[in-house]
């Protein structure tokens, strides 16, 4: 008898660890991509605004980097969630594969 609740309770101890690793590691990755994405969209909309050809030079510049940062940070979130170990628990704590996003190219 005591076996069967010593079992159960180190299986549910692992369970327990296993997602809230799985979870810091994937709420790190996601508030990565947010805070890139946020960042994403402040360039696009002020690269948008600027009609001086200089100003508009820097502006482009600037958002091209922030849609490669942006991407980036996309992959690494893709790849963080397929991981073996963070799979699982990471579909059931509601995370889900970012696909490539329509708003990319349209600057």
Not at 49 to 58: F, G, V
Not at 65 to 82: K, W
Request: aromatic share 14%.
């Amino acid at each position: 008898m005591w076996a069967i609740v010593i079992a159960l309770f180190s299986t549910m101890a692992f369970v327990v660890l296993w997602f809230r690793m799985a979870g810091r590691e994937m709420r790190r990755t996601a508030d990565l991509l947010e805070s890139a994405k946020s960042q994403f969209f402040s360039c696009r909309s002020e690269y948008l605004q600027i009609s001086e050809k200089t100003e508009k030079k820097m502006a482009e510049k600037i958002f091209r980097r922030s849609e490669d940062i942006y991407r980036q940070a996309r992959l690494l979130y893709n790849r963080t969630l397929c991981k073996p170990q963070n799979i699982i628990p990471g579909f059931i704590l509601g995370y889900r594969i970012v696909a490539k996003d329509n708003f990319e190219h349209k600057a």
